[in-house]
C-alpha cells in the first residue's frame, strides 16, 4: 500500500510515542479500501488485507534505530549524548519529562 511510507515517515525518532491517530487513520484507509461501514471491527479489516497495525510497524522501526545507533562506529560519542541525557537531572523520570532515549528504554 501506498499510505504506509507517507504514514510512517519519520517513524524512527517519533514512533515510540502515542500511536492511536496513526492506526486510527490506517483503519479508515483500509476500510475504505474493502468499502466496508465504520463499523467493522478493525481486526476483520486488517486480516483481509493481509496487514497488521500502523503502530507494530512504527515500534519495530524505532527499536531497529536505536539498535543501529548503538552499534555504529561513533557509538562512543552517542553513548555519551545517551549517558547525559539519562543522568541528568532535568530529563530525569522524577521530572516527569521523558526524552527519545527513556522512552525507547522502556520497550527494551
Given at each position: 500500500m501506498l499510505v504506509v511510507p507517507i504514514i510512517t515517515?519519520?517513524?524512527?525518532?517519533?514512533g515510540i510515542y502515542d500511536l492511536f491517530e496513526v492506526d486510527k487513520l490506517h483503519y479508515k484507509f483500509c476500510k475504505f479500501i474493502l468499502c466496508v461501514r465504520p463499523q467493522t471491527f478493525n481486526a476483520a479489516?486488517?486480516?483481509?488485507?493481509?496487514?497488521i497495525p500502523l503502530s507494530l510497524?512504527?515500534?519495530q522501526r524505532t527499536l531497529k534505530f536505536?539498535?543501529?545507533?548503538?552499534?555504529?562506529?561513533?557509538?562512543?560519542?552517542?553513548?555519551?549524548?545517551?549517558?547525559?541525557?539519562?543522568?541528568?537531572?532535568?530529563?530525569?523520570?522524577?521530572n516527569r519529562r521523558t526524552n527519545w532515549f527513556t522512552a525507547v528504554k522502556q520497550y527494551m
Open positions: 515517515y519519520g517513524c524512527e525518532v517519533w479489516v486488517l486480516g483481509d488485507l493481509g496487514r510497524i512504527c515500534k536505536w539498535n543501529k545507533i548503538m552499534l555504529s562506529p561513533g557509538s562512543l560519542k552517542i553513548f555519551i549524548i545517551y549517558q547525559k541525557y539519562v543522568n541528568d537531572t532535568v530529563f530525569s523520570n522524577s
